[in-house]
């Protein structure tokens, strides 16, 4: 069995793993590239390997840069079977979607402002292509053994990211040998997710490393929210979350009503202006056996939370100007109604933009963190003066320490560990922290690189 890295290699996105042996190929996530542009032109490029050669597709869940490219496969050749957990195939049927109607909007609206360098620009794949990529899709129970193709055995085992997110783990028949794919590691104490599941047998395993040099902070991010919407409340301004539609906006939508509740902070409207991360939160809630929050706490959000489900609904928010809180995808503001929020926002002081997740290098939202004067939205340059805050602590990715301590709950004893998934240092970091906590061979593949395994 090989094991060939055609993505998620020296980055944080665009995940891609092929498992081969003499007969078959099996890919391990086919994530789109987010980020700086140079990354981004990867989306753009020949498929590293002929789509029409890959027999199956195997998900570790569902956030673009996991699934996103499927739509482009299949409308390659791809002809196999997807398979995934019961809860991504139900995300994976909005997000998918969504990327390419975002993305048919994207290049009209380009096409209409002119502020692209092509003639017509065009999406990579489109809403019908999603929905045909859709047609490929087969879920699947955690711990449920099935057999992907011939010869490679395969389960998921809860990996505490989001709802359905998973490690993949493969055993090769021939050769008895198993591999390990981390996916993203969720948090030990996440205020709505469950922890990831210990693993207990790999000869290989493949480890993300998003956080692979830093720690989150000890601070209490209920608290640190309380203060940003309390003090932005009080001069009369707006507080604008950029969430992950999966994940992020359901626990930010928790946390803001339990706030409300406990009388820490002043009751605003809430708005959820995400069509993606409405239907990702109708799901969320109909899954509640599988995260923290209860069949009551999934009332309150639903109760509480005006939905904006359409883009004249959109347009009417976009001109509020009265004290609230705005929940809108996308989480790295890298597009979608994010975007208007931002234009609208950004050049008022009495206003608060809140970062709760990670911000891969090349972002708006990165700029943005990192101190940006101005940034660039839709061809135009806009004036930061509102306030902006990075919530770190409120990430879904396992810090280093927590990723350790993951590792070192199950009986594990890998031969080898490749580190994927993080910035260059963050994953020689990680490198570095499994070698020396465990005596571990751990190694930082190349683009391209292929290994046996």
Avoid at 17 to 28: C, I, K, P
């Amino acid at each position: 069995m090989k094991l060939r890295f055609l993505g998620g290699a020296g980055t944080v996105t665009g995940s891609r793993y092929l498992l081969s042996d003499e007969r078959h190929r099996l890919l391990v996530d086919c994530g789109m590239y987010q980020g700086v542009k140079t990354l981004r032109r990867r989306n753009w490029a020949r498929f590293p390997v002929d789509p029409s050669s890959v027999d199956a597709v195997v998900l570790t869940h569902a956030h673009i840069d996991h699934s996103g490219y499927l739509p482009a496969l299949v409308k390659n050749g791809f002809k196999g079977k997807i398979y995934c957990t019961k809860a991504t195939h139900e995300l994976c049927r909005v997000l998918l979607p969504d990327a390419g109607f975002l993305q048919e909007e994207d290049a009209k609206y380009a096409f209409r402002k002119k502020f692209s360098k092509h003639e017509k620009p065009e999406p990579l794949f489109t809403e019908k292509d999603a929905w045909e990529a859709l047609k490929h899709f087969e879920s699947l129970h955690y711990h449920e053994a099935f057999e992907p193709v011939k010869g490679f055995e395969v389960q998921f085992t809860p990996a505490g990211h989001i709802l359905g997110s998973s490690c993949v783990h493969v055993t090769h028949s021939s050769s008895a040998r198993s591999v390990v794919f981390s996916g993203d590691v969720g948090r030990q104490n996440d205020i709505i997710m469950r922890p990831p599941e210990p693993i207990n047998h790999a000869d290989v395993l493949v480890c993300e490393s998003t956080y692979g040099n830093r720690v989150h902070g000890e601070s209490n991010p209920e608290a640190e929210l309380a203060d940003i919407i309390t003090k932005t409340a009080g001069r009369g301004g707006i507080v604008l979350m950029p969430a992950f539609a999966v994940g992020r906006a359901q626990m930010l939508l928790y946390v803001v009503h339990k706030l409300m509740g406990e009388g820490k902070i002043p009751k605003l409207p809430v708005y959820l202006n995400s069509p993606m991360a409405i239907k990702a939160t109708e799901i969320f809630c109909r899954h509640h056996k599988e995260h923290k929050l209860s069949g009551a706490d999934c009332e309150l959000i639903d109760d509480k939370t005006e939905f904006v489900r359409t883009v004249e609904a959109s347009i009417e928010l976009d001109a509020v100007r009265y004290p609230c809180i705005i929940i809108s995808a996308s989480g790295m503001a890298s597009g979608g109604r994010v975007l208007h929020h931002l234009k609208s926002l950004l050049p008022n002081y009495r206003n608060s933009v809140v970062f709760a997740g990670f911000q891969a290098p090349g972002t708006r939202g990165d700029a943005l963190v990192n101190g940006a004067d101005k940034v660039k939205i839709h061809g135009e340059y806009w004036p930061v003066k509102a306030e902006i805050y990075s919530l770190d602590s409120m990430s879904a990715h396992g810090d280093y320490k927590e990723i350790l301590n993951w590792l070192e709950q199950g009986s594990l004893k890998p031969q080898k560990v490749y580190i994927t998934h993080g910035e260059m240092v963050a994953s020689d970091t990680m490198r570095k922290h499994i070698a020396e906590t465990f005596g571990w061979d751990a190694e930082v593949p190349e683009l391209f690189e292929e290994v046996e395994i």
